[in-house]
């Protein structure tokens, strides 16, 4: 019991504190394939700490929802900490739900932050919001069909019985549905967390934002949590891909050697996925806001092939 | 506890003596308005919380059966009770109550413009059918109640009588009823005549014997029959119309409740009087599920008319109800009851949720019309400020609708899913495929039902006020509050004690099915499918209040700066902000309606009106982006000009010739010698 | 590929910190501003660009900031998208009467504690434009400055130690830094 | 004895009114009259039904058996409440200055009670065919009452078409006495003759003469395509004489077309009459729905509902079976009783706007809440809706006709939802909605209406219940067909 407790606190520091170092190392990747030499990995702390520090100018047309979006962003990617497993296949608070309880979650944290960027009546928040939605709507789809496609691999959707079933299976990677489900999962993971091609972070340009729009009219402590936050969770899908696709080295006894080499396996993981993350953000474009629903589109072909291919390999 | 049956008859009898004690004395009071608003609501309370009690008191176990021959030929009138019924009767308690303490703060400004007294009458005998109709045990006492419960509704929405639209509108629905009753009648007749019985009993017991065409076509009669009360996409087009028409508080009845009557007849059908019947019928319904689903909630989101969007909302989750009631006929056919159960389980709780979110937001929109006199979103804005708790309980039932957690809609939703994903244990891959793309589609709707949530919710109420409407709105009164605040506290307790109804729930389905459903529960924790899969709503909603208080906290502790300061909000340093500035419904919409161009089939128009000087400065702009409706121009549309061009043709025989007149006899005697011959 | 290809190939260009190239000053001035702003800012500035009325050849020095050769990223310097994110406000230009309220606006709309640097002769007094019928004045006359950068253009590495002097000089308003 | 009572009574009214000057005099007979032919009829179907036989009088002239019973039960009762309520409606129609007009009125509506009444107890064929050939000749010159253009050329229409048709019906039942007397010597022109000989009678003449009079009676009975007499006439006629045309004299056409079918399916067996009846009904049911869907007037609203629903009684028939039977005499009832309580409402409609025109009635509830009240429920009860009668009576037409022809029932509920969806558009113009600027508010003829009450509440009754007399009076009637 102790141990568990012991490793939900360690998952849960290892997102809230890792996150910014994840943002940093991508940012830091991104600048050394762009030639430059770039922020040093741990900028995203620095700004962090500046922004905690600094005033909150609020509009005056804003509602409390403004004020309580970022603490409700910040705990729900908290709370799905406690909820993906990291290092071992065992996560004590994994019982409060599956894997689309954790899809749920996010889905009530873009829900808010949509309506604080309607919130200011300004039309870049607005803007902002219905662009977001139209993906978060668009990649729903996806995600659930890609979880279907492992469910019916691993006859579960709890997180943790995937994650464990799946590296008991030595041949997984052999599974075609199982690569399908990956690629298609990965598409969407960069939809969900505003990275290229469908949204650019770093654009200083209004009109082609997505996420920033809606987080245009925030700063201070505010801006401090939802940057934070979206740091978490790009932590979460990036720990999700590896755990559910690669559940390498995730430790099945709570023990501390397994737990320390299932941190080292996360590290890497992660870290080869924020790797790829950042080579195509440099190799690509981002797409035109209508062409992503394309994307989208073939993302859930692949995983509806997925899942046909599940029933006819069967 | 055990439940005796005098207990349930004094319930149901007093259920229904409040309701035509209500109905008579709101008539009684025709010529004193506020009088008749009293007694009309007071009653219907009364009424409602009876039938409160008398669907629990089903739900826990007790029967009832009540047979007067005298009353209706052939059969009389028979009644009973089972779980299903009791069920479907807490399903209409449960909204009737607030809208009846609703309705005493919402009517208030109707004394004297329209008739309390009618209003009062019909929405007694409205509820009094709706209750009645569940318990309905033969055929002939289920159309009676049925078509009353049709004309109440259709009185109800004729109240605001002066509005051309509502004219029309009322004529829609209650064509579109007639005729599912219509195609009611002609199934029930079929089924009876070929089970030899107009008692429900007797076609449970006949069912098996009818087979072949018999056997579909009775289904699909009955389907079409309560697929358009229930508003299921493309027999939908009159609850858009209806339900904005109507008072508020019966828009919450009707949404709320009424369609899901069609719910409980299409159950009754496939798992009582046919039970179970070919793979193609669940799947016709899963079908039709995620058509309605998905068109529902795609015509809501380019909906800026507050109340209609919400109607379209609940074509949506009809949608998602079908999911679970189709997916259990599915399970059933292939003989695995105990996931029947568990998606049978998911679409009668996502029933029992659509009523008490779907009411609080028509509620919602009910005070916001009330306080605005628009129902159109692009008219309000800033009310978050100018009604602070109608704004609180709005955004609860849109969380709740759009399926979050810790709100109902998820727990219902989640069900949903679970039901579905767990389709794979069917061997056969068509059906299969059906349900990955029900899982789709069901995965679509919700995350569009959060876009136009955000949409309803953000436009409404947040940014500033679009109009000197929106601008003066005032908070409304203590009673149309309290009823929302107890739906509201209704979409939290659904939403993290699911077990209080999974627990009632799961006898019901038990009792259809004969087997119990494939899932485990305790207060704070539901297992499907073995491990398939698990949720703890209770912690969800712990944790994350949790985690909300420790958040400031912390900062605090780490002495974050607290500040704040007010200033307006940054417009690239323009002069003034106005409501003119903000995004309205219409362009939050407009990514929706390009990508799914397809099937909204936008009309644009763009009219600008230069300078005569110069083309370089405008006049004025107008601009207006319509979505056609597919089945207007497709189905109704063509149905309507035919029979009219029929008629038109028809009516050129009556040429006031007295000759030709003289002729018709003639050529009929003709005509009917040469066929006697 | 041959992109791939090409960002394996090409070396990092941003020059390193340590090895002066053409102007000596660029990593004098980023270690300090270094050390400064990690006083204030944590060593995380971000700069809100604000355009009051220049001929835009401020702006080519400004762009050039973010270049892979000077790389102003890499201490911690931002430009972003919004004033609400800011820290520093970089005026541009002699203020013209239409931007005169919309540059006051930004500055209200940047939350404190705030830097306001104006950048190029024409911010610090107006320049050639001086009593310009649409000129409304220098940046000073409507937000208070805390540096000005002269210079028509300014260099990057001007411009870069400006935002330094800024850092260094919070409480004595108006600093000018010239080309030496 | 107590039914020449009861022919005596209006044929004396019709007489004395005719010769009085005195208008409030005139009122009095007529309404005195009124209530004495229904008490007489009453008690004279009562004794029928209690005493499970039939009443015969003047040598075999006069019969009334159980059917005979319901219909001389709906004329004297329709009749008595359309006499009173006709007592309001001419005050307010014809001023001191028309009492012509008014006792022409009062004669004639008495002299038509008179005609149907014999129609109805008659047991002599040839008898019935004059008699009813004289309510038409009644009637034209009610329909001509106020002598205008229109109502001249309705009167004129239905006199020319009801004459034809009563002709064709004359060739028929010659042709069916010459079946009889063909086959089996000689018998006399009397129903039960003819009835005791129908197993002996020529199949192949009486094939013939079934047409002939189906389509005879049938134009009495505004079927269709016979109809087209029908939506003139009711319309000019005055209310109350539509009231009693629409509601009562169509059932006298159809009751005579029933004797008949009586015979012709003991001749032939039941399935040639229903096909022609079913076929005739739908066609009825179809071209009544056409018109109903773009109807403009009121009052010929009303008209073309009775061909629907004369067509749907005609199908309940043509089911046939005891069910098919029992819904359509019970239709009978039910459309009398609305139909008569909506012709007579459209005559307040008529007095309180001055026009049939459904476009320019708006805002009835309001202006009239009564009226408007007591319209909405009729048009509800005519469109089959509960708590009212005609909803149980085309349920158990319909339910025999899924048993008997199930096709035909199906098509016969989607023309009733046509009809339902025309008719509801039209009640919905007229009732909601603001009254005219100029129209005072508050019901006119307030008083006359109170005999409506008794439409209202046998409506309602009946579509609550189905009283065990009500079902033996009906059993009984059945039985007389042979049902």
């Known amino acids: 019991m102790t141990a568990s407790i012991l490793i939900e606190a360690i998952q849960l520091l290892i997102v809230a504190l890792a996150a910014p170092l994840l943002v940093g190392s991508v940012r830091k990747l991104k600048a050394r394939l762009q030639g430059r030499r770039g922020a040093s990995v741990f900028q995203p702390y620095r700004d962090l700490r500046k922004l905690l520090v600094k005033e909150a100018v609020i509009s005056e047309n804003t509602s409390w929802i403004f004020r309580f979006t970022p603490y409700l962003v910040a705990s729900v990617m908290l709370l799905s900490s406690l909820v993906v497993p990291m290092l071992t296949t065992r996560t004590p608070l994994g019982f409060t739900g599956n894997i689309i309880v954790l899809m749920y979650l996010l889905l009530l944290a873009t829900f808010f932050l949509a309506l604080a960027g309607l919130d200011a009546g300004s039309a870049f928040g607005g803007m902002g919001s219905s662009r977001e939605m139209i993906i978060a709507a668009l990649a729903e789809p996806t995600v659930m069909i890609a979880i279907f496609a492992i469910a019916l691999r691993v006859g579960s959707t709890s997180l943790d019985e995937i994650v464990r079933r799946g590296a008991d299976d030595s041949l997984l990677l052999l599974n075609p549905g199982h690569l399908l489900a990956f690629v298609a999962f990965f598409i969407v993971a960069l939809a969900e967390t505003g990275r290229l091609p469908v949204d650019n972070p770093a654009t200083h340009l209004e009109l082609t934002m997505i996420h920033e729009a809606m987080i245009l009219e925030y700063s201070g402590r505010h801006l401090a949590l939802i940057e934070w936050a979206a740091g978490m969770k790009l932590f979460l899908f990036l720990t999700l891909l590896s755990n559910l696709f690669f559940p390498w080295g995730v430790a099945r006894t709570l023990e501390p050697l397994p737990v320390a080499i299932a941190f080292a396996a996360l590290a890497l993981k992660v870290g080869a996925l924020a790797a790829a993350v950042a080579i195509l953000e440099t190799s690509i474009a981002k797409l035109r806001l209508f062409r992503v629903p394309e994307l989208l589109s073939g993302s859930f072909t692949l995983a509806l092939l997925a899942v046909i291919s599940f029933f006819f390999v069967r | 506890m055990t439940i005796n049956e005098a207990l349930m008859l004094n319930l149901l009898a007093g259920m229904l003596s409040s309701f035509g004690a209500g109905a008579i004395g709101a008539l009684l009071c025709a010529r004193w308005p506020r009088a008749a608003r009293v007694v009309g609501h007071t009653f219907a309370l009364l009424g409602a919380l009876l039938a409160l009690g008398l669907g629990l008191a089903g739900l826990a176990g007790g029967t009832v059966s009540v047979s007067i021959a005298q009353v209706l030929p052939i059969g009389g009138v028979a009644l009973g009770v089972d779980r299903l019924s009791a069920f479907f009767i807490l399903v209409i308690a449960v909204a009737a109550v607030p809208s009846a303490i609703y309705a005493l703060g919402y009517t208030r400004e109707y004394e004297g413009r329209y008739s309390l007294a009618g209003m009062g009458a019909a929405l007694n005998l409205f509820l009094a059918s709706m209750s009645l109709v569940v318990m309905a045990r033969n055929a002939l006492t289920f159309l009676a109640l049925w078509e009353a419960m049709s004309l109440a509704s259709y009185f109800l929405v004729m109240t605001e009588r002066d509005d051309r639209e509502t004219e029309r509108a009322g004529w829609l629905y209650f064509v579109m009823t007639h005729a599912g009753f219509a195609c009611l009648l002609v199934g029930f007749l079929l089924l009876s005549h070929a089970t030899g019985s107009m008692e429900f009993a007797g076609w449970q017991a006949g069912a098996a014997a009818v087979t072949g065409t018999t056997r579909n076509l ?341 002495r974050a700066n607290t500040a704040r300061r007010y200033y307006e909000t940054w417009g690239c340093g323009r002069a003034v902000q106005t409501a003119r500035f903000e995004y309205t419904a219409t362009s939050f919409a407009n990514p929706f309606k390009r990508v799914f161009s397809v099937l909204y089939r936008p009309v644009k128009e763009l009219a600008i009106e230069f300078h005569p000087e110069s083309r370089f400065f405008v006049r004025t702009i107008s601009y207006s982006n319509e979505a056609r409706s597919i089945f207007d121009d497709a189905i109704y549309g063509p149905l309507n000009r035919m029979l009219r061009s029929f008629a038109q043709r028809v009516r050129l025989l009556q040429s006031g010739n007295v000759n030709v007149y003289l002729l018709y006899i003639l050529v009929a005697l003709v005509v009917l010698l040469v066929i006697a011959r | 590929m041959t992109l791939v290809k090409k960002i394996w190939t090409t070396p990092v260009v941003t020059e390193p910190q340590g090895v002066i190239i053409e102007d000596a000053q660029i990593e004098i001035i980023a270690r300090q501003i270094d050390e400064r702003a990690r006083k204030l800012f944590g060593r995380s500035l971000h700069i809100r660009e604000v355009d009051a009325g220049s001929c835009n050849g401020c702006e080519i020095e400004i762009v050039a900031l973010n270049n892979p050769y000077y790389d102003l990223e890499r201490f911690g310097l931002h430009f972003v998208a919004s004033p609400r994110h800011a820290d520093c406000l970089l005026v541009t230009g002699p203020v013209t009467r239409n931007m005169a309220d919309p540059l006051r606006r930004t500055y209200e709309a940047t939350p404190g504690p705030k830097l306001v640097v104006a950048v190029g002769d024409c911010a610090r007094d107006c320049g050639v434009f001086a009593g310009g019928y649409g000129v409304f004045g220098p940046v000073s006359a409507v937000v208070p400055v805390d540096v000005v950068v002269a210079g028509c253009p300014p260099t990057p590495p001007m411009i870069l130690s400006g935002i330094l002097a800024a850092l260094e000089k919070r409480e004595q308003r108006q600093v000018e830094i010239t080309q030496q | 004895m107590i039914l020449a009572t009861l022919l005596l009574i209006p044929a004396l009214a019709a007489g004395s009114i005719a010769l009085l000057r005195n208008r409030r005099l005139m009122e009095t007979v007529h309404a005195l009259a009124a209530l004495a032919t229904l008490g007489t009829g009453l008690t004279a179907a009562i004794r029928v039904w209690r005493g499970k036989t039939e009443i015969i009088a003047l040598d075999h002239l006069l019969r009334a058996d159980a059917l005979s019973a319901l219909m001389v039960t709906l004329v004297t009762l329709l009749g008595a409440i359309a006499a009173i309520y006709g007592l309001g409606y001419i005050r307010a129609e014809f001023d001191a200055e028309h009492t012509k007009q008014a006792r022409m009125f009062f004669s004639l509506s008495q002299v038509f009670i008179f005609t149907m009444l014999l129609a109805v107890t008659t047991d002599n064929l040839g008898v019935m065919w004059v008699a009813i050939e004289a309510t038409t000749l009644a009637t034209v010159f009610l329909v001509n009452l106020h002598n205008t253009q229109n109502s001249l050329e309705a009167a004129y229409k239905y006199l020319i078409l009801s004459s034809v048709g009563i002709a064709l019906a004359f060739i028929g039942t010659v042709l069916m006495y010459y079946a009889g007397s063909a ?282 219940t189905l009283p065990s007399a009500l079902t033996n009076a009906l059993k009984q009637a059945i039985a007389v067909l042979g049902g």
């Open chain 2, 218 to 558: 009775v289904f699909i009669l009955l389907a079409v029959g309560f697929g358009s009360k229930a508003g299921v996409i493309p027999l939908h087009i009159w609850l858009p119309q209806a339900h904005p028409a109507a008072p508020s508080h019966v828009s919450a009845l009707m949404s709320g409740v009424m369609i899901k009557l069609g719910i409980y007849g299409l159950v009754r059908v496939g798992f009582d009087w046919l039970s179970g019947g070919p793979a193609w019928w669940g799947g016709a319904l899963l079908l039709v599920a995620a058509i309605s689903a998905v068109l529902g909630v795609l015509y809501a989101l380019v909906e800026h008319d507050l109340k209609r969007l919400l109607a379209y909302h609940s074509v949506e989750n009809i949608g998602i109800i079908l999911f679970g009631v189709g997916g259990g006929m599915l399970f059933q056919t292939y003989h695995l009851p105990a996931l029947a159960g568990l998606a049978l389980i998911a679409g009668l709780y996502h029933t029992l949720n659509h009523a008490v979110f779907k009411s609080l937001l028509f509620m919602g929109a009910g005070a916001v019309l009330h306080a605005t006199h628009t129902r159109n979103m692009e008219e309000m804005g800033g009310l978050i400020k100018r009604m602070p708790q109608t704004a609180v309980f709005f955004l609860i039932g849109s969380v709740a609708i759009a399926a979050l957690p810790p709100f109902n809609g998820f727990i219902s939703e989640w069900l949903t899913f679970q039901s579905l994903l767990l389709s794979f244990q069917i061997p056969d891959k068509a059906v299969n495929l059906t349900f990955a793309l029900s899982v789709a589609a069901l995965a679509l709707t919700s995350g569009l039902a959060a876009a136009c949530f955000i949409k309803a919710f953000g436009i409404s109420f947040l940014a500033l006020p679009r109009s000197e409407h929106a601008e003066s709105a005032r908070e409304v009164g203590f009673s149309m509050r309290a009823a929302m605040a107890l739906l509201a506290v209704a979409c939290l307790v659904l939403g993290v004690a699911p077990f209080t109804v999974l627990k009632f729930l799961s006898k019901t389905t038990s009792e259809l099915l004969g087997a119990t459903p494939d899932m485990q529960f305790t207060w704070n924790r539901i297992v499907t499918g073995g491990s398939f899969a698990t949720v703890s709503p209770l912690w969800i909603a712990v944790a994350l209040a949790a985690l909300l208080a420790s958040i400031p906290i912390t900062l605090r502790v780490f």
């Open chain 4, 183 to 464: 086959g089996s010597g000689e018998i006399a022109v009397n129903w039960t003759s003819l009835h005791a000989a129908a197993s002996r009678l020529n199949p192949q003449v009486v094939r013939l003469a079934f047409v002939f009079i189906l389509v005879g009676y049938g134009t009495k009975a505004g079927l269709a395509p016979m109809h087209t007499w029908l939506p003139d006439a009711h319309s000019e006629a005055p209310a109350p004489i539509s009231a009693l045309m629409s509601g009562v004299l169509l059932n006298v056409g159809l009751y005579a077309l029933v004797r008949f079918k009586a015979v012709v399916d003991i001749t032939l067996g039941s399935g040639y009459s229903s096909r022609l009846l079913m076929g005739i009904g739908l066609l009825s049911l179809a071209v009544a729905s056409a018109f109903l869907l773009t109807q403009r007037n009121y009052k010929r609203m009303l008209a073309y509902s009775s061909v629907e629903h004369m067509g749907i009684i005609c199908l309940g028939l043509g089911f046939g079976g005891y069910w098919g039977v029992f819904g359509a005499l019970l239709h009978v009832i039910n459309h009398a009783l609305s139909k008569s309580l909506l012709f007579m409402l459209s005559g307040n409609i008529l007095l309180k706007y001055r026009t049939t025109d459904i476009r320019r009635v708006r805002g009835l509830l309001r202006a009239s809440p009564l009226t408007g009240g007591a319209f909405l429920a009729g048009t509800l009860a005519l469109m089959g809706l509960p708590p009212f009668g005609p909803f149980i009576s085309e349920f158990i037409i319909f339910r025999a006709g899924i048993e008997s022809n199930a096709w035909v029932a199906v098509i016969g509920i989607a023309l009733l939802v046509v009809v339902f969806a025309g008719m509801l558009a039209s009640v919905n113009q007229m009732l909601y909605g603001e009254p005219p600027d100029k129209l005072e508010r508050g019901d006119v003829l307030k008083w006359s209406m109170t005999p409506l009450a008794v439409n209202f509440v046998l409506l309602v009754a009946l579509g609550l």
